[in-house]
């Protein structure tokens, strides 16, 4: 087995670890981190860059992004949650950052499926059908 | 002008809180046009994926944690971290009759400067090919124009035939003279206003050629007023490895569209041996585990794949056809190297050029001994089988007793026999490049062989004989070649008819 092989079966075991009911559980990582620490393993600084992708991937699929251009209220945000939580079949949580190059509208991320409602990106689509 | 207000307020009307969904990753690395991507989670295996500035490539290899993507065209302004995104479309090319006379890339975009492409529809560039029940025997002759080949080695539409040789021995030039000699069959045809006739449209795919080599094919196509029923699809040698390996597979999905909506189709592959070191570049860039001579595993089915397409399909399928003509370069005539032998294992046939051959000035320099078509040979007409059936046979004997004659002073008579009338055979072949000779003119000239005309002829003037005797029934016998294409066989009436004309030709030459 190459080392990269070794390093990234190392490192989804870690994650597996650091899972809870499916879960990705922020207790159990920083258990596993301190068990690292403890013990670190062959090529510990290339096995926590594996580590920190596989986390991020994991936290990026329960987490939806939502950029909005002006307000969004709290109760839409909610519902947002509640539609997502409902389509993927796990929880997700809600994170929200404004962007007006949106224009208005908004675009949110959940892993790599990108739901985008904004104006900007209806004007991309616009360009794009006439070039 | 109304029309885009139209289209554009339709497209705002569409904008009312629709949302788009899309998947997308983001470029891990890229080199040598091969971009990691990280993400894509829903990407299909040869799907399209588009990168920022309307680049595009194709998902190859679908990994565990990255997608391999090929990127098709340039790749300089992409950088790591870009986004990529999936577009839910298998790479799909423009076909339709608006192709023809035009010049396009692997992708179908025009490369002529003509304008646009007319054509409405598109068609996957990956196809399985057609099946069992819904393909058909060879029966419909494709007539190359070329005497040697179709008296000796006849191709039939929905065939394969692979034309093999070292370089410089006229292997692209058997293509292009069939390419011309499909268009002259399609004017006259066309102009005779029989709804019965067929016309086969072209296809010359260019993998890895110079560009001035294209052009020089482009310029001859075009001299010869075939590029109106041609289409060239380009990917050459300054083109990426992508598209030298998709070129071949846009061509024949274009050849696809006529056969599908019961129209023939010819395609040149030329040629498949820069085709497999394309795939090989791609593959070792990939970092696919690599085979003999590094090609990968899968370069077999690479070229199976594509030439299983060409198939002849049923009534009820449409009754259309796709002819296929690959090329393979060899080196030192060695058929048994990896490519050569893949594909001759592939084709219906092959057409063996030989570089002694034409270094002695017999063009085209085709092996009889090497050369064979397996199906063919049930789509000649019958009049070519009347007058080539044993000229095969006789002129590799001939090849046979030749070498062994070099050796001996005195031969028998019957060696001798065989010996002149298989130097006047191979003089008869000899046939310039670019002027296919229409396949009634073929049966005129072979007559007169089988009939013993050109027996006291001298061997140096057989080929001014044959231009003569081709110019006379052209110029002077119109009706009778007529009779031979419309009948497709010798009855007793065109043997005397052409005995009369041989005799009245005879005087005239001597």
Known sequence: ??????????????????????????????????????????????????????????????????????????????????KFTAHYGRPITVTASQNDDLIAGLRVRVGCDVYDSSVAGALKELEASLS | MSSVIEQIEQQIANL???????????????????????????????????????????????????????????????????????????????????????????????????????????????????GIIERKSVDQPLATGIMA?????????????LIIGDRGTGKTTIAIDTIINQAKINEVGLASGDESFRPVYSIYVAVGQKNSNIARTLGVLEEADALKYTIIV????????????????????????????GMDALIVYDDLSKHAAAYRQMSLVLKRPSGREAYPGDVFYLHSRLLERSARVNEENGNGSVTALPIIETLAGDLSAYIPTNVISITDGQIFLETDLFNQGIRPAVSVGLSVSRVGSAAQIKATKQVAGKIKLELAQFRELAAFAQFGSDLDAKTKAQLDRGARIVELFKQPAFNPIPIEEQVAVLWGIQNNYYDDIEVSLIVAAANAIREFFTSRKEALLVSIREKAKIDDELQAELKKAYDEWKPSFA
């Open chain 2, 234 to 261: 380009t990917a050459p040698a300054a083109d990426s490895a992508a598209n030298q390996y998709l070129a071949p597979y846009s061509g024949v999905a274009m050849a696809e569209w006529f056969m599908t909506n």
């Open chain 2, 16 to 130: 009312q809180a629709t949302t788009v969904q899309s998947n997308v990753g983001k470029i891990v690395t890229i080199a040598d046009g091969v971009a990691k991507v990280d993400g894509l989670s829903e990407v299909m295996y040869n799907e399209m994926i588009e990168f920022p500035g309307g680049t595009i490539g194709i998902a190859l290899n679908l990994e565990e944690d990255e997608v391999g993507v090929v990127i098709l065209g340039e790749s300089t302004h992409l950088k790591a971290g870009d986004e990529a995104k999936c577009t839910g479309k298998l790479l799909s090319v423009p076909v339709g009759k608006g192709l023809l006379g035009r010049v396009v890339d692997a992708l179908g975009r025009p490369v002529d400067g003509k304008g646009p492409i007319e054509s409405n529809e598109a068609y996957p560039v990956e196809k399985i090919a057609p």
């Open chain 1, 1 to 82: 087995m190459t080392r990269d092989k070794q390093i990234s079966n190392y490192a989804k075991g870690l994650l597996k670890v650091s899972l809870e009911d499916g879960q990705f559980s922020e207790e159990r990582a920083a258990a596993v981190l301190q068990a690292l620490e403890k013990n670190p393993p062959r090529n510990y600084a290339s096995v926590l860059k594996e580590y920190l992708k596989l986390v991020q991937r994991e936290v990026a699929n329960s987490t939806a992004a939502v950029e909005h251009a002006g307000e969004l209220s709290a109760s839409a945000l909610e519902a947002i949650k509640a």
């Open chain 2, 149 to 161: 080949i179709d008296s000796m080695i006849p191709i039939g539409r929905g065939q394969r035939e």
